[in-house]
Structure formats: structure tokens, C-alpha cells
């Protein structure tokens, strides 16, 4: 399975401010993908990003809060914009398994991200 | 109706013992089916995928029942290292899509 790394790993951040979460993968993935977690919840999905494409966004999810990049095959980074402290949550990168069958995914550590 | 529903537990085991878990999804065109396990403060790992006709990894038996929507997990001998949250998750719409439930929480007592 892939090695995907995250960065930052965890963040205290004020209320109106933006943080951009990077996301790296050691081989080249076509699908990748954007979780929440909240606090003793499961995983929801923000977007699914594609190199070369915009990124496809989940019902309650708009572009202009969660800007998200995929410049190539390897990396991605997802922005939470004007932050507040509803926005606490784990955020995870996943990726799709290329030589996977069944569809599985891999997950990033996640970002930890409190806000003020 | 939740898409993918699961007892949130906790399920306390003794050590040793066999747990099942089963969960309940609405979707009818899923086509692939997984358990990942996750400890606390941890990400999600891939445990099983399930297969149409079941499958086993060592301990660990998976079914898929298709005609009732629901997907079992079966834990015999367990460990101590067992003890996390167990999250069924099957595709949506799209195979990329996943739809997680909420999670089953077991802890294996000594």
C-alpha cells in the first residue's frame, strides 16, 4: 500500500484565520480524497481531487470554504477557510490503492485541527 | 435511516473469547464492502475487504449477505491488540465513494 504522509500533524488556530493541510503520497495515485472526522464520529467525505480536474465536492461542502489543490500525480492540500470552532475536527487524505480490486483506500495520519 | 448502520458498543470481551459484529447498509448497489479498524487517535486501517462469498485473514471471518444487506465480522481468540473501534464501510453510488458507519468500539479485557 502507498505511504502518505500529512502535514501539519496537528494545529490550534484562531476563529476568521485559514489553514492549508498538505498531503503526500510515495507513488503516483489518480484519486484523492478528503475526509472529517469530528469528534467521536465516523469519517465523512469533503471532495475527491483529481489531478488536472477540479475537485468534486460532497453535499455540504463548497469549494470557497475548503479550497483544495491537486497539482500533480503525488500531492494535494486542502485549505479550511475562516476557520471557526465548528471546523475542530480530524482532517484526513486518502488515496484509492492503484493496484487495489475492491476499491480500497489508505489513509494519511490526519491533521488535528483545533479552533478558538 | 442511516447508510451504513453498526452497534456503537463498547463491546467488553474477555480475552480469548469469539466477537461478531454485524452491520446493516441501505444501499442495494454497493459493490464492494470493507472493515477497517481504528485505534484512538488514529487513522483508519484497512482490515478486510469482504468478499461475496466471505472470506478469512487468520482470526478474522467476513460475510457478505447481500439478500439482507449486511456484512458480518467474526473475531476468534481474541487479543488484547484487538481492542479499537471496527468501521463498516461500503461504496456508494460510485466505487470511489465510501460510506462509513459509525463504528463498532470493542475492548478485550485480560
Known amino acids: 500500500s502507498a505511504v502518505i504522509s500529512q502535514k501539519p500533524s496537528r494545529d490550534i488556530c484562531q476563529r476568521g484565520t485559514s489553514l492549508t493541510i498538505q498531503c503526500q503520497v510515495d507513488s503516483q495515485v489518480t484519486m484523492m480524497f478528503w475526509y472529517r472526522q469530528q469528534p467521536g464520529q465516523s469519517l465523512t467525505l469533503i471532495a475527491t481531487a483529481n489531478q488536472g480536474s477540479e475537485a468534486t465536492y460532497e453535499s455540504g461542502f463548497v469549494i470557497d470554504k475548503f479550497p483544495i489543490s491537486r497539482p500533480n500525480l503525488t500531492f494535494s492540500t486542502l485549505t479550511v477557510s475562516n476557520m471557526s470552532p465548528e471546523d475542530s475536527s480530524i482532517y484526513l487524505c486518502s488515496v484509492e490503492d492503484p493496484g487495489g480490486v475492491y476499491n480500497e483506500q489508505f489513509f494519511g495520519p490526519g491533521t488535528r485541527l483545533t479552533v478558538l | ?110
Open chain 2, 1 to 110: 435511516r442511516k447508510e451504513v448502520e453498526q452497534d456503537p458498543g463498547p463491546f467488553n470481551v474477555p480475552e480469548g473469547a469469539t466477537v461478531a459484529f454485524n452491520c446493516t447498509y441501505s444501499n442495494s448497489a454497493s459493490q464492494s464492502f470493507f472493515w477497517y479498524r481504528q485505534d484512538c487517535r488514529k487513522e483508519p486501517k484497512l482490515l478486510m475487504s469482504v468478499y461475496s462469498s466471505g472470506n478469512e485473514d487468520g482470526r478474522f471471518t467476513a460475510q457478505l449477505n447481500r439478500a439482507s444487506q449486511y456484512i458480518s465480522l467474526l473475531i476468534r481468540d481474541s487479543k488484547l491488540s484487538d481492542s479499537a473501534t471496527y468501521l463498516c464501510v461500503v461504496t456508494g453510488d460510485s466505487n470511489y465513494q465510501l460510506i462509513w458507519g459509525a463504528g463498532t468500539k470493542l475492548i478485550i479485557k485480560p
